[in-house]
């Protein structure tokens, strides 16, 4: 099992040049939880994710992990508890995917040294977890738009961090893949207690896998809490500008939203055969 760190942001104000994105934002991460990031375009969700990785530097508050500020921290020490998975990344040309899934065991091991038994055991599992095991040896430059997408949540398990941070996790995949993803990050929670963070735009499949889901808003957590009570029509409407209805999913009795479309009356009125 894993330990069960501390992640929160506390009045992290974010932005690109002369643009803030995010402003005053406060968050505490559940441990060992599944928590979706939702909200529409440009609301911030990837900025506060990436800020959360060490990847941007905040313009004003903190992140901070087991009560230290992140950006304070050693990149190694923190490689250690917290991993991510952005949302394009760009593997080096000719790389097979064995070496690149590899990477990920960088943290664990000290400079110029050889890989162990634990290297290879984890790269193996990881491979196989992910379900591209008979893809080892290939290119990396060769590979569909999906199978990328799933040597780099393969790497992203290969580090074995505590905290694992993922930006649109199914981008590239289809229907049954997204569904395969999502259950291995599942079990991965299960098993091993992860704490996983992904931010995720269908918000269906948010409702049905993450134990927790916080909603944005043009650079703000609009609210946050358990799927039932996050997704509701008027959140969505606030969040997202869509008419809808919210019903429980058949299968998993999770929040299913149903977009209310410009022609559904039109349309139920060509069908209604009374």
Known sequence: MTVAHHLAAEGLTLGYGDRVIVRGLDLVVPPARITAIVGANGCGKSTLLRAMARLLSPRAGTVVLDGKAVHSRPSREVARILGLLPQSPLAPEGIVVADLVGRGRHPHQRPLARWNARDYEVVAQSLEATGIADLADRSVDELSGGQRQRVWIAMALAQETDILLLDEPTTFLDVAHQIE????????????????????HDINLAARYADHVFAMREGEVIAGGAPSDVITPELIRHAFGLDCLVVPDPVSGTPLVLPRGRHHSAAASRTDPR
């Open 181 to 200: 993803v999502l259950d291995l990050l599942t079990d991965l929670n299960r098993d091993r207690g992860t704490t996983t963070v992904m931010v995720l």
